[in-house]
C-alpha cells in the first residue's frame, strides 16, 4: 500500500565515498547551470535574446538531483520544463544545446524554430516541452509504455513541475494514467512558492502538495528541496522503486524561486523576508559549504572548477553565436513528414 | 457477404495490430467491450495486452499516445465520439501537430473520431470536426464516404507518419455495405469523382457525398446531369480535381456538415475562386449545417444539417444563376 | 485542518420523528425516480424515445439524500449528471420537466433543442449538463462565486459525479478552485464500480477515492452508497459545514450501477456476483424494507404511495407525449442572446 | 497624454467594473501583479476584491465564469495569452457557447486573449485563434485594430449578453497610441474603411490592418489606391460593408495572421465570390501566415506571418490580374 514517507528518505544509506562522489557531481551540474543560467540573463539584459529567459536559479539542486540519478544511456527519459537547466544538463543534454537555443542557431535542435526551454531531443530521452504545463507527464507516460510494449520496464521517466502546475487538468491526468498503469514515472514537484506572481495559497489548499500523492495511488517523498543531500536521497529511491516496478512516485521539495518568473520581471511581489524563511536559501551556496566543510573539495580545487565551468560555458555561447541564423528562404514552410501530403510551401530545391 | 463501414473500420485495424507490432490501440471501454460503438470488437482477445482500456482522460490518452509514438510506436486512440475530443484538443493542436516540425521526431497517431450527426444525439454526440483540426498545420484529415476508403484511408492513416484525425461518420457505420474489402484504394490526397456530371459540381465529403448523390439522383430525373466531388480527405484538399470538375461544370456547390463559419466549404470555394476563377459561370455556392448547435430534436436535428433535399434544392438554385 | 471521518458521519444525531420524516421524504423521491426512469426505459425499447437513455438505478438513495437536503428556494444549487434523476426530482425539478425533455416537447425547458438527462433550469439552481464530465463542477463553483458577490455565503450547491468523471482534468481543476476558494461545494461522487464497460481498475489506483480530499484540502466521507441513512446522515453534515462555511465536502459513495451503462447496453461485462458483495445490493427495497420495519409507513400507505406515484408518472409522460415537437419552421436558427449581431437565420415573424 | 492600446483595455475594464457591480475579473495573475502584461495594473486596489487571481486551470476559469454569469455577473477573463485558450477550449465551445441556446439563459462573459505574433515568442504564445472561435455558433469574436476599438469594443463586449472572444493584438500593446479615449464608436458588428480606395480592396483585422496600411502608402507611391477594410469583428463579419467596398474596387485580398487553411480568409472571399461575384474584375485572392506552427526566430517569424512588404506584393500580383 503506497504511503507517504516523512522528510528523509528511507533508502540505505549509501556509503561515504559513494555519497561524496554523488554529491560532487551533482554540485558540478548545479554550478554549471547556474554559470550557464547567469551568462544567458547577462545576453538578456544585453538585448541579445528575444523571447523569454526563465531561470533555475535555487532550484538546481532539486532539479540535478532528478536529472543525474536518470540513466540516458540505459533509456531513461527527462521531461524537464522552464527551471530545470541542472537536470537537463545533468541528464546528458550538452550544453550546446542548450546554448543554441536560447540564441537560436540554425544547428541548434529546434533549429530557431522553438527557443529557450522548449528544446528537446525526444530520441535521446528528452521530450521538447510545450508551453501548456502539466501537458509533458502524459507524453512521458507514452514513452514509457513504448518501452514496456517493448519488454523494458527497467527504465524511468522522471518528468518535473511547479507548484502552478499542479492545478491543471493535464496533470491529473497525467499522474493518474501513470498510476492506474503503474508506469515507472517520477514526478517531481518544485514548489517554489509562487506561480509567476501568485502565492501558493491561490494554487492549492492542502497543506503540502505531497498530500496528493496517496489520493493517486503514489508514493509520496515530502523534501527541503534546497538540500542538496534531501534531494539526492529521495531521488535515489523514488527512482530505484519506480525502476523495480512500484510504480509512480511523487517528490515534493519545498524550495523558493530566486529569481524573477522570467528575466523581464523584477518578482517585487515576493516578500523579501522568504529568503530568511524555512526553504528560502539558495542551495548552491549551501551545497558549496557544505563540499568545503566536508573537505569534499579543496578551495583550490573549487575555484579551478569555477573558472572551467566559467571557460565552457563563455565557449559554447560564444560558438552558438557565431553559428548561422535560420534562413527563411532555405526553410521548408510546411510542417508534415508525409512531405506529398503537405500543403505548405515546400522547399525550392 | 456485405462489410459494412464499421467492419471496414475494425478489420483494417485488425490488419493494422496483425502487421506491425508497433501499433496499439488506446481509449475508452476499447478492449473486452470492443468499444461504444463496437469498433474494436473482438481485437483485445486477439492482440493481447494491445488494445487497452483508458480512463476517461482524453488530454492524457492523446499525450501519452504522442509520447509513444516519438518511441516509434503508431498507436490508434480511439475517441467515444468526436465530441469529446475537445478535452484532448490541446495535446492534438499544440503537442502532436508541432513535434515533427519543432523536433524533427516523427508522431505517428491516428485519433479515431466517431463524427457527425445522428437522431436523437444532440449538441454533445454529433460534431463533426474537420474543419476545427483542419485549420492546424501538422494535422492529417481524412473524412472517409465509403466503405472502401473507411478501411483503405485507415490502414494508411496508421502507416503515415503524421497524426491523423480520422472522421468516421456514425451515420454510415451500420448501413453503408460494400462486398468486399478494397485491395487498392486512390491516394490518401486524391478526391474522387463519386458522379459525373456536367451541370454542375458538389463537392463534399463523409455522409455528406451520399446526400449529394441522392440530390444528383433527384436532379437527373430532372435533366441535370451534377458531378459530386468526394474530397476523402479535408486536409489536404485535393484542388486539383476540384478545379477539373468545376472546369467541366463551370458551378460549384460545396456541402459541408460543419458549423457555417469558416471551414471546409469556406476553403474549397475560396480556392476554386482564388484558383479557377475563369472557369466559374455562376457564383459559388455553400452549404453548411446551421449556426446553432446540434439540435437533439429529429423534426430540428434534419433541418440543421444539409439534406439531399436542400442540397438539390440549393442546387437547383445555382444552376440557374 | 480537513480530514477524512469514517463511514457515518459524526454530526449530532437528528431526534427520531426528523429521522423518519427525512427517510420517508428521501424514500418517495427514490420511488418517483425509479418509477419514472422504468417507464422512460420502456418507451424507449418501445422505440418512443430517440437518443439515450441512462438510469440511475441503485444510486436513487445517494443522489436524492444529496438533492432533498439542498434548498431550492434558499439558492441552493443541484448539478446532476446522468444518474441523478432522484436527486434532480428531490431538489426541485418538476417531473413534468423530465418527462418533457425525454420526449422532445418543444414545451419542454430544453424546447428539444437538447434532451433527456441534459435538462436544467439555471435560474432556479439546475445547471443544464453538458456531457463533458467533470465540466459541470466549475460552473456550480462559479454560481456560488457569484452568489458571495451579492453577499449571500449560505447557500450551497451540491454537484455530482462518477468513478469515471474524477479521472478528467476538469473534476480536479473544478475542486481545487473550489477548495482555493473556499466555496461551499458539495461533490458526490458515486463509485458505482464501472464506467460504462470499464472497471474502477482502470480508472483510479487509489484505495477510495475519498483518499484525494485530503490533497485538496477538502473534508471527505466515505460511505455505503446503498444505504440511505448513511447517505443522509452524511450529506446532511457536508451541507452543514459547506453552509457553515468550512468550505467543499467531497462525499464518496459506493454503490453498484444497477443497469446498463445506457439502455443500449445489457451490460453483460458485470460480473454477476457483484450485486451480493458489499455495496451491490438494491438501495430502494433496502430503504423500503427498513420503512416497514420500523413501522415508518404501513404496508398500506406504501401501496397507495405507489399507486399514487405511478399515477403521477403517467399522467406526466402522458402530458409529454400529447404536446406538440418542436417546429423546425419556427425556429430561431441563430444562438445568440443579442439578436442583432447573429449570423444565423433570424426567424421568419 | 497619450493612451496606448492596452491603457485602452485596462480603461475599459476599469469603467466597466465601475459602472457595474456584476463585472468582475478573472484570470492568472490579474490582481495585485496586475497581469501578465498589465492590463489589469491597479484594478484590484481601485475595486478591492473583484479582481481575483486564478490558479493554472483555464477550464475551471471558465467554467467558473459560465456560472457566474448564469447568475448575472458579467465576468471578464483574461487568459495569459490566447494559445492558454485551448485548456479553456471545452468549456468555451461546448459550455459557454451552447449555454443561451440550450436554456434560455444569456451567458455573458468577455474572455480576453492577448493574441498574435511577436518576436521570439514562438508557437506556444504567438497564436491568432479568431477563426477558430468564430467557427462555433454562440460565440462573438471582436478583433480590434485600433485604440479606439480596444476600448469602446471591449466595453461593448462585457455590456452583451453573450460570450465575446475578445483577440488583443499582443504588438498593438504598447506601440499604438490615441490622444484619448473616444466618446463613441462605430457599433460591434459593422466593419470600418481604414483608408478609402478604388483599385483593389484588402480586409484585415487586428495586427494586420497595419501591415495593410503601410502596404497600401507603399502602393499609393506607385499610383495604386488601395481600399483597406478593418473588420473589427470576425464574427460576425460585416459582409456589406466589404461588398461595397469591392463594388468600388473590383478586386479582393483578404489578409490574416491565421494559419492558412478556412479561417478568415476563406469566410470572406467566399462570402464576397459567393454574393458579390459579379462585382469582381478579378480572382479574390488570400494571404495568412504560412502552414506550420509559429516559429520561435525573428527570422523566420517574419517570413511566417504577412507584413505589408507580402501584402503589397500580393496586391500588386492581384491589381495585374
Ligand atoms: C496551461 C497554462 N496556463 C498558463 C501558462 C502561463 N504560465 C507560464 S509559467 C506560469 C507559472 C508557473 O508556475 P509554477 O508551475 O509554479 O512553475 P514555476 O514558474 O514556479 O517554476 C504560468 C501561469 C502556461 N504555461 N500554461
Ligand atoms: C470527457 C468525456 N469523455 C467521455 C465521455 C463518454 N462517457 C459518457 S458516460 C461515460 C462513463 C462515465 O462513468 P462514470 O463517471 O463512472 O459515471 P457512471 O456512468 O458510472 O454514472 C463515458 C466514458 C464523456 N461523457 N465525457
Ligand atoms: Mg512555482
Ligand atoms: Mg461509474
Given at each position: 500500500m503506497p504511503h507517504t514517507t516523512p522528510s528523509v528518505a528511507s533508502a540505505a544509506s549509501v556509503d561515504a565515498e559513494k555519497n561524496r562522489e554523488r554529491f560532487v557531481s551533482a554540485f558540478r551540474w548545479m554550478l554549471l547551470a547556474r554559470t550557464f543560467e547567469d551568462k544567458i540573463a547577462a545576453l538578456y539584459r544585453a538585448g541579445k535574446i528575444v523571447g523569454g529567459v526563465y531561470l533555475g536559479r535555487g532550484q538546481e539542486a532539486f532539479s540535478a538531483a532528478l536529472g543525474m540519478q536518470l540513466d540516458q544511456k540505459h533509456g531513461d527519459v527527462f521531461a524537464g520544463l522552464i527551471r530545470d537547466q541542472a537536470g537537463r544538463m545533468a541528464f546528458g543534454e550538452p550544453l550546446l544545446d542548450s546554448a543554441r537555443t536560447y540564441l537560436g542557431s540554425a544547428e541548434g535542435p529546434m533549429r530557431g524554430r522553438d527557443g529557450n526551454i522548449h528544446r528537446g531531443r525526444p530520441l535521446r530521452g528528452m521530450p521538447a516541452m510545450i508551453s501548456h504545463l502539466g501537458a509533458m507527464i502524459s507524453v512521458v507516460n507514452g514513452m514509457l509504455m513504448a518501452k514496456r510494449f517493448r519488454g523494458r520496464t527497467d527504465v524511468v521517466g522522471g518528468a518535473t513541475i511547479g507548484d502552478g502546475g499542479t492545478s491543471t487538468g493535464a496533470f491529473h491526468e497525467g499522474l493518474n494514467q501513470a498510476a492506474v498503469e503503474r508506469l515507472p514515472l517520477v514526478v517531481a514537484v518544485a514548489d517554489n512558492q509562487f506561480a509567476y506572481s501568485t502565492a501558493t495559497e491561490h494554487q492549492y489548499a492542502c497543506e503540502n502538495l505531497v498530500d496528493r500523492a496517496i489520493g493517486y495511488g503514489v508514493r509520496g517523498y515530502r523534501i527541503d528541496g534546497t538540500d542538496l543531500e534531501a534531494c539526492l536521497e529521495a531521488f535515489a529511491e523514488a527512482i530505484e522503486r519506480a525502476r523495480r516496478g512500484e510504480g509512480p512516485q511523487m517528490v515534493v521539495g519545498k524550495l523558493l524561486?530566486?529569481?524573477?518568473?522570467?528575466?523581464?520581471?523584477?518578482?517585487?511581489?515576493?516578500?523579501?523576508?522568504l529568503r530568511d524563511k524555512p526553504f528560502g536559501g539558495d542551495c548552491l551556496p549551501l551545497a558549496r559549504e557544505r563540499l568545503l566543510d566536508e573537505k569534499w573539495l579543496s578551495q583550490d580545487e573549487l575555484d579551478e572548477l569555477v573558472t572551467t565551468t566559467q571557460e565552457s560555458v563563455d565557449e559554447a555561447v560564444a560558438r552558438a553565436q557565431s553559428e548561422p541564423d535560420p534562413n527563411p528562404f532555405r526553410e521548408s514552410w510546411h510542417a508534415l513528414a508525409t512531405k506529398h501530403l503537405a500543403e505548405g510551401t515546400l522547399p525550392a530545391d | 457477404m456485405a462489410i459494412t463501414y464499421l467492419d471496414a473500420i475494425r478489420e483494417a485495424q485488425s490488419r493494422a495490430l496483425e502487421e506491425d507490432e508497433n501499433v496499439y490501440i488506446y481509449g475508452q471501454d476499447v478492449a473486452a467491450f470492443g468499444g461504444a460503438f463496437k469498433a474494436t470488437k473482438g481485437l483485445s482477445e486477439r492482440f493481447p495486452g494491445r488494445v487497452i482500456d483508458a480512463p476517461i482522460s482524453e488530454d492524457a490518452i492523446v499525450g501519452s499516445a504522442v509520447g509513444a509514438a516519438i518511441e516509434g510506436m503508431r498507436p490508434i486512440i480511439e475517441m467515444q465520439?468526436?465530441?469529446?475530443s475537445s478535452i484532448g484538443f490541446n495535446q492534438i493542436i499544440n503537442q502532436s501537430a508541432t513535434q515533427f516540425w519543432r523536433t524533427g521526431v516523427p508522431c505517428p497517431i491516428t485519433i479515431r473520431l466517431p463524427s457527425g450527426g445522428t437522431e436523437g444525439s444532440g449538441p454533445f454526440h454529433s460534431q463533426s470536426l474537420e474543419s476545427i483540426y483542419a485549420h492546424y498545420p501538422g494535422l492529417i484529415v481524412m473524412t472517409p464516404a465509403t466503405v472502401e476508403d473507411a478501411y483503405g484511408m485507415l490502414l494508411e492513416a496508421i502507416r503515415i507518419d503524421d497524426p491523423v484525425i480520422f472522421c468516421e461518420h456514425k451515420l454510415l457505420y451500420y448501413h453503408l455495405k460494400a462486398d468486399e474489402l478494397p485491395k487498392t484504394i486512390l491516394p490518401v490526397g486524391k478526391a474522387r469523382i463519386a458522379r459525373a456530371g456536367r451541370h454542375a459540381t458538389v463537392v463534399a465529403c463523409s455522409a455528406m457525398v451520399h446526400e449529394a448523390l441522392r440530390a444528383a439522383r433527384e436532379l437527373a430525373e430532372e435533366g441535370w446531369q451534377i458531378e459530386v466531388v468526394d474530397l476523402r480527405s479535408a486536409k489536404p484538399i485535393d484542388t486539383d480535381t476540384i478545379l477539373a470538375s468545376v472546369a467541366r461544370t463551370g458551378r460549384l456547390l460545396a456541402v459541408s456538415e460543419s458549423f457555417p463559419w469558416g471551414g471546409l466549404t469556406a476553403e474549397v470555394v475560396s480556392r476554386v475562386s482564388a484558383e479557377g476563377f475563369h472557369l466559374l459561370d455562376a457564383p459559388p455556392q455553400r452549404l453548411n449545417s446551421k449556426d446553432t448547435p446540434i439540435p437533439y430534436h429529429p423534426n430540428l436535428w434534419r433541418a440543421h444539417r444539409p439534406t439531399w433535399q436542400t442540397i438539390a434544392a440549393a442546387t437547383r438554385n445555382l444552376i440557374q444563376l
Amino acid at each position: 500500500m503506497p504511503h507517504t514517507t516523512p522528510s528523509v528518505a528511507s533508502a540505505a544509506s549509501v556509503d561515504a565515498e559513494k555519497n561524496r562522489e554523488r554529491f560532487v557531481s551533482a554540485f558540478r551540474w548545479m554550478l554549471l547551470a547556474r554559470t550557464f543560467e547567469d551568462k544567458i540573463a547577462a545576453l538578456y539584459r544585453a538585448g541579445k535574446i528575444v523571447g523569454g529567459v526563465y531561470l533555475g536559479r535555487g532550484q538546481e539542486a532539486f532539479s540535478a538531483a532528478l536529472g543525474m540519478q536518470l540513466d540516458q544511456k540505459h533509456g531513461d527519459v527527462f521531461a524537464g520544463l522552464i527551471r530545470d537547466q541542472a537536470g537537463r544538463m545533468a541528464f546528458g543534454e550538452p550544453l550546446l544545446d542548450s546554448a543554441r537555443t536560447y540564441l537560436g542557431s540554425a544547428e541548434g535542435p529546434m533549429r530557431g524554430r522553438d527557443g529557450n526551454i522548449h528544446r528537446g531531443r525526444p530520441l535521446r530521452g528528452m521530450p521538447a516541452m510545450i508551453s501548456h504545463l502539466g501537458a509533458m507527464i502524459s507524453v512521458v507516460n507514452g514513452m514509457l509504455m513504448a518501452k514496456r510494449f517493448r519488454g523494458r520496464t527497467d527504465v524511468v521517466g522522471g518528468a518535473t513541475i511547479g507548484d502552478g502546475g499542479t492545478s491543471t487538468g493535464a496533470f491529473h491526468e497525467g499522474l493518474n494514467q501513470a498510476a492506474v498503469e503503474r508506469l515507472p514515472l517520477v514526478v517531481a514537484v518544485a514548489d517554489n512558492q509562487f506561480a509567476y506572481s501568485t502565492a501558493t495559497e491561490h494554487q492549492y489548499a492542502c497543506e503540502n502538495l505531497v498530500d496528493r500523492a496517496i489520493g493517486y495511488g503514489v508514493r509520496g517523498y515530502r523534501i527541503d528541496g534546497t538540500d542538496l543531500e534531501a534531494c539526492l536521497e529521495a531521488f535515489a529511491e523514488a527512482i530505484e522503486r519506480a525502476r523495480r516496478g512500484e510504480g509512480p512516485q511523487m517528490v515534493v521539495g519545498k524550495l523558493l524561486r530566486l529569481a524573477g518568473h522570467g528575466e523581464h520581471d523584477d518578482a517585487r511581489y515576493i516578500p523579501p523576508d522568504l529568503r530568511d524563511k524555512p526553504f528560502g536559501g539558495d542551495c548552491l551556496p549551501l551545497a558549496r559549504e557544505r563540499l568545503l566543510d566536508e573537505k569534499w573539495l579543496s578551495q583550490d580545487e573549487l575555484d579551478e572548477l569555477v573558472t572551467t565551468t566559467q571557460e565552457s560555458v563563455d565557449e559554447a555561447v560564444a560558438r552558438a553565436q557565431s553559428e548561422p541564423d535560420p534562413n527563411p528562404f532555405r526553410e521548408s514552410w510546411h510542417a508534415l513528414a508525409t512531405k506529398h501530403l503537405a500543403e505548405g510551401t515546400l522547399p525550392a530545391d | 457477404m456485405a462489410i459494412t463501414y464499421l467492419d471496414a473500420i475494425r478489420e483494417a485495424q485488425s490488419r493494422a495490430l496483425e502487421e506491425d507490432e508497433n501499433v496499439y490501440i488506446y481509449g475508452q471501454d476499447v478492449a473486452a467491450f470492443g468499444g461504444a460503438f463496437k469498433a474494436t470488437k473482438g481485437l483485445s482477445e486477439r492482440f493481447p495486452g494491445r488494445v487497452i482500456d483508458a480512463p476517461i482522460s482524453e488530454d492524457a490518452i492523446v499525450g501519452s499516445a504522442v509520447g509513444a509514438a516519438i518511441e516509434g510506436m503508431r498507436p490508434i486512440i480511439e475517441m467515444q465520439f468526436a465530441d469529446f475530443s475537445s478535452i484532448g484538443f490541446n495535446q492534438i493542436i499544440n503537442q502532436s501537430a508541432t513535434q515533427f516540425w519543432r523536433t524533427g521526431v516523427p508522431c505517428p497517431i491516428t485519433i479515431r473520431l466517431p463524427s457527425g450527426g445522428t437522431e436523437g444525439s444532440g449538441p454533445f454526440h454529433s460534431q463533426s470536426l474537420e474543419s476545427i483540426y483542419a485549420h492546424y498545420p501538422g494535422l492529417i484529415v481524412m473524412t472517409p464516404a465509403t466503405v472502401e476508403d473507411a478501411y483503405g484511408m485507415l490502414l494508411e492513416a496508421i502507416r503515415i507518419d503524421d497524426p491523423v484525425i480520422f472522421c468516421e461518420h456514425k451515420l454510415l457505420y451500420y448501413h453503408l455495405k460494400a462486398d468486399e474489402l478494397p485491395k487498392t484504394i486512390l491516394p490518401v490526397g486524391k478526391a474522387r469523382i463519386a458522379r459525373a456530371g456536367r451541370h454542375a459540381t458538389v463537392v463534399a465529403c463523409s455522409a455528406m457525398v451520399h446526400e449529394a448523390l441522392r440530390a444528383a439522383r433527384e436532379l437527373a430525373e430532372e435533366g441535370w446531369q451534377i458531378e459530386v466531388v468526394d474530397l476523402r480527405s479535408a486536409k489536404p484538399i485535393d484542388t486539383d480535381t476540384i478545379l477539373a470538375s468545376v472546369a467541366r461544370t463551370g458551378r460549384l456547390l460545396a456541402v459541408s456538415e460543419s458549423f457555417p463559419w469558416g471551414g471546409l466549404t469556406a476553403e474549397v470555394v475560396s480556392r476554386v475562386s482564388a484558383e479557377g476563377f475563369h472557369l466559374l459561370d455562376a457564383p459559388p455556392q455553400r452549404l453548411n449545417s446551421k449556426d446553432t448547435p446540434i439540435p437533439y430534436h429529429p423534426n430540428l436535428w434534419r433541418a440543421h444539417r444539409p439534406t439531399w433535399q436542400t442540397i438539390a434544392a440549393a442546387t437547383r438554385n445555382l444552376i440557374q444563376l
